[in-house]
């Protein structure tokens, strides 16, 4: 079975200074990840995924993963947080679902990060 | 483009009553989605199409109805709503469901019953 677990459900950060959003994942192979962002009262968005090709995935607005195998962990960076960066983080892993062929999203439950000014 | 569209963006509905959610893709994607937000619980499927005319259900059906008559639209429909239904509704379209595709989503609808 495969599931998602975002390790915090808060972070806070100074406007300026490193962003870390922990997710791990549980696999029976190799799977596909991604994260989305939520800001406030809109949809997710895309912010990157990994599919088995480079370790290290660079996602918009700055942000990129790493994808560690031997840590089943897929932690999201920024190097440096803006005001804007302020939102609710996802961390989703793709699996097939049952046999029919067809893969779903399994959701982890969510970090808010919130960039202090 | 618009992507994915959901209409409408709020409803308060009373215990007992129906209502219809519209979502429409214009990128020609062959699978929509139907999720529920809410707080500290990530999204839940609800149900899912993989094209016109079929449905299936997902981890939390009851109490839900979908129809996927036309390729861009998916309705997902409450016939007798609950108070435990009040959540914010996401739909989401993929191109193919594959592990690597991404969904994309709509702009979320929120109900409230009373």
């Known amino acids: 079975a495969q599931s998602v677990t975002q390790l915090d459900s808060h972070v806070s950060v100074s406007e300026g200074t490193p962003v870390l959003l922990r997710c791990n994942y549980s696999?029976?192979?190799?799977?596909?990840l991604f994260w989305y962002v939520q800001h406030p009262n809109k949809g997710l968005q895309l912010l990157l995924k990994y599919t088995s090709a480079a370790t290290l995935v660079k996602g918009i607005n700055g942000f990129e993963a790493e994808f560690k195998k031997s840590e089943t962990s897929f932690h999201l960076t920024k190097p440096s947080a803006h005001m804007s960066d302020s939102a609710e983080y996802f961390c989703v892993v793709s699996r097939l679902r049952g046999t029919s062929g067809t893969y779903k999203y399994i959701f982890g439950t969510g970090t808010r990060l919130k960039v202090l000014a | 483009n618009a992507g994915v569209t959901q209409t409408p963006k709020f409803r308060v509905l009373k215990t007992g009553q129906s209502m219809t959610l519209l979502c429409a893709q214009d990128?020609?994607?062959?699978?929509m989605y139907w999720y529920r937000q809410d707080p500290g619980m990530g999204l839940r499927l609800i149900h899912y199409?993989?094209?016109?005319?079929?449905?299936a259900k997902g981890e939390v059906p009851d109490g839900y109805n979908v129809s996927r008559l036309k390729k861009q639209n998916f309705l997902l429909g409450l016939e007798s709503a609950a108070p435990s239904q009040t959540s914010v509704y996401f739909c989401?379209?993929?191109?193919?469901?594959?592990?690597?595709?991404?969904?994309?989503f709509g702009p979320g609808t929120r109900l409230t019953v009373t």
């Open positions: 989401a379209s993929s191109y193919r469901s594959g592990s690597s595709y991404e969904q994309y």
């Open positions: 990128m020609n994607h062959e699978y």
């Open positions: 199409s993989v094209g016109e005319g079929t449905t």
């Open positions: 696999s029976s192979y190799s799977p596909s």
